[in-house]
């Protein structure tokens, strides 16, 4: 592709560590089949609890006990509100570093998270959001990805730019799958500095150290 016009990132599992590092270690805690909540997150994943929580469709307690009776269904018990305190991960500072030289350099960006709650703003995550020109939320927007209405407020918050202008980063296929679809390029996010490094090739940027 040509230089794109604008980088879309998601947030947790990007430019925040995984929540999964976290729900595995409570899986492992707890006795529970590795990979358990990754699995009731992809079951039914349009209509499942973590769906409707990021819609916000129900709230914090109404979450608990879908996703707890989801686990049961299955003969396991989990404490939905310890699987809640995982999703707060930390910043990573390539990502962070690797945000402020493409905005420096007038590459337009865009988060898009799906969340549980607004980002708090103003709020500890001031110096990161401030790189973004759209931030997209599931729970400000009722939609979430993978739903293709999603990516498209993105585009439409950008000025109306096709999706062959621009590449998206995200850590979880399901969610670039749509995107690759419509025509942006995608980056799947497993090791950030290997992502950066495929990024900084189509933005003919250094995001990352040789």
């Not at 269904?73 to 690797?98: C, K, N, Y």
């Not at 709650?117 to 990805?145: A, N």
């Not at 950008?158 to 202008?165: I, S």
């Not at 969610?175 to 497993?190: D, Q």
């Amino acid at each position: 592709m040509t230089r794109p016009t604008a980088v879309l990132f998601d947030f947790g599992g990007v430019i925040s560590t995984s929540p999964m590092d976290a729900f595995a270690a409570y899986e492992a805690r707890a006795g529970l089949p590795a990979g358990l909540i990754r699995q009731l997150n992809s079951t039914n994943p349009d209509s499942n609890a973590w769906a409707r929580y990021e819609r916000r469709e129900v709230d914090q307690d109404g979450f608990c006990d879908l996703f707890e009776a989801e686990a049961a269904a299955l003969g396991h018990t989990v404490d939905a509100h310890v699987v809640l305190a995982g999703l707060h991960g930390d910043l990573r500072p390539e990502m962070v570093s690797a945000l402020q030289t493409l905005s420096k350099a007038g590459v337009r960006l865009a988060m898009l998270t799906n969340n549980v709650s607004p980002i708090e703003q103003p709020g500890p995550l001031d110096d990161v959001l401030s790189c973004f020109e759209v931030i997209v939320q599931s729970s400000v927007e009722g939609v979430r990805k993978p739903e293709p209405a999603f990516y498209e407020r993105a585009l439409e918050r950008l000025g109306g730019l096709a999706p062959t202008e621009v590449v998206f980063l995200d850590d979880l296929g399901i969610n670039l799958k749509p995107a690759r679809a419509m025509g942006m390029t995608t980056i799947k996010v497993g090791d950030p500095v290997v992502a950066l490094r495929e990024l900084q090739e189509l933005v003919d940027l250094e995001l990352v150290a040789a």
